[in-house]
């Protein structure tokens, strides 16, 4: 299991920017917004161009102290039901995270994700973050069928819930 933890008051903003442009362009798999918690949850396909082929990369990210959040709706009309919580697998088009704006602050940090004219996107203010990376493999079980499995673990990976084993 590849797990990376990484808190914003140790590495800076710049880190955390780096690390959530590793999902620009790859398929918005999941995000959700705990106000009692306060915390935001979001979860992407890695694009990452030097895995082995038949490779599949995954990163959660978990924004914690969350002081705001704000989302923006985008034109399609299901994007209003995804207001606080949106999973791939129940929404009928692919999204992808195609833009994504950092203001790093001594007390808390801003990003922007926008999602395009469609979806919309999300605002929030937090001041610590973890990220958590997976890497599967793809065994093709059919014509157009094809089954995830962890690298590290061989255990069976759901590609719209990457992260649902005990360990994340």
């Given at each position: 299991?590849?797990?990376?933890?990484?808190?914003?008051?140790?590495?800076?903003?710049?880190?955390?920017?780096?690390?959530?442009?590793?999902?620009?362009?790859?398929?918005?798999i999941?995000f959700?917004?705990?106000?009692?918690e306060?915390?935001?949850?979001?979860?992407?396909?890695?694009?990452?161009?030097?895995?082995?082929?038949?490779?599949?990369a995954?990163?959660?990210?978990?924004f914690?102290?969350?002081?705001?959040y704000?989302?923006?709706?985008?034109?399609f009309?299901?994007s209003?039901?995804?207001y606080?919580?949106?999973r791939?697998?129940?929404?009928?088009i692919?999204?992808?995270?195609?833009?994504?704006?950092?203001t790093?602050?001594?007390?808390?940090?801003?990003?922007n994700?926008w999602?395009?004219e469609?979806f919309g996107?999300?605002?929030?203010?937090?001041e610590?973050?973890?990220?958590?990376?997976?890497?599967?493999?793809?065994?093709?079980?059919g014509e157009q069928?094809?089954?995830?499995?962890?690298?590290?673990?061989?255990?069976?990976?759901?590609?719209?819930?990457?992260?649902?084993?005990?360990d994340f």
């Amino acid at each position: 299991m590849r797990k990376h933890i990484l808190f914003m008051k140790e590495f800076g903003g710049k880190h955390i920017y780096d690390e959530v442009s590793k999902i620009r362009e790859g398929l918005l798999i999941k995000f959700y917004y705990s106000k009692t918690e306060n915390t935001f949850e979001l979860v992407g396909e890695k694009v990452d161009f030097n895995l082995q082929s038949g490779h599949r990369a995954f990163l959660k990210f978990i924004f914690k102290n969350v002081h705001s959040y704000s989302r923006q709706i985008g034109l399609f009309e299901a994007s209003e039901d995804a207001y606080f919580d949106f999973r791939a697998d129940r929404f009928p088009i692919s999204i992808v995270l195609q833009e994504i704006a950092f203001t790093p602050s001594e007390n808390f940090n801003k990003l922007n994700l926008w999602f395009g004219e469609s979806f919309g996107g999300v605002d929030i203010s937090f001041e610590a973050a973890m990220v958590f990376e997976k890497v599967a493999y793809a065994i093709q079980t059919g014509e157009q069928e094809w089954m995830y499995r962890d690298l590290d673990h061989d255990e069976l990976v759901d590609i719209y819930n990457p992260f649902a084993s005990k360990d994340f």
